[in-house]
């Protein structure tokens, strides 16, 4: 069914999607196929019940951030077109070197991590945020005053100028030595 939906998608459209993310024409192919296959009732846009059935997401603890992320953070906004579907999934990307690349740069990718963190939207991870992003992640196996303790001390060891936050120019100097292009490379897209 993949097969047939893909024709729809137009040369031009193509094109332009391959020169604002980098995708390959053959990778846009079969994402759209996968999009098309998400798109229950054929609308030509997403929603997020049809991102969680995506596995990687649904298995994924900070998968309701990711698709979050999809809809810009807007609450208003609850279908996404292949179009957008497109420049989020450029982030997962694995870099390439020599290539200057907006979507898929170590520092988009790093911007986009921030921003999981950034539950409430004021460019700043707070203790509380850490904290809650921790729990999503671990879930039950550590104690609640383990879990702290690592928030808190994430905090001490990223903070630079004292006021008790993670800005991003702190969290990207925290992940200086973090492989972030190859964590932030997911297997969807293969
Ligand atoms: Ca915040
Ligand atoms: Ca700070």
Redesign the pocket.
């Known amino acids: 069914m993949g097969n047939r939906s893909s024709l729809l998608l137009r040369e031009e459209e193509i094109a332009q999607i391959q020169q604002e993310t980098g995708f390959t024409p053959n990778q846009i192919e079969r994402l759209y196929s996968r999009f098309t296959a998400l798109d229950r009732g054929d609308c030509g846009t997403l929603s997020r019940d049809d991102f969680l059935r995506i596995p990687e997401l649904a298995i994924n603890p900070l998968g309701e951030r990711i698709v979050n992320s999809f809809f810009q953070g807007d609450i208003y906004n609850d279908r996404v077109n292949f179009c957008q579907f497109m420049n989020v999934l450029a982030h997962f990307r694995p870099v390439k070197k020599n290539k200057d690349d907006r979507l898929n740069s170590r520092e988009a990718k790093l911007k986009f991590a921030f921003k999981m963190y950034d539950l409430d939207n004021d460019d ?1 991870i707070s203790r509380d945020e850490l904290l809650a992003i921790l729990h999503m992640m671990v879930g039950a196996n550590i104690s609640e005053e383990q879990l702290t303790s690592i928030a808190e001390r994430t905090i001490i060891e ?10 991003f120019e ?1 969290f990207c100097k925290a992940l200086q030595r973090t492989d972030v292009e190859q964590k932030m490379s997911i297997r969807f897209l293969n």
């Not at 990223?158 to 800005?167: L, Y």
């Open positions: 700043l990223a903070d630079e100028d004292g006021d008790q936050m993670i800005s702190e």
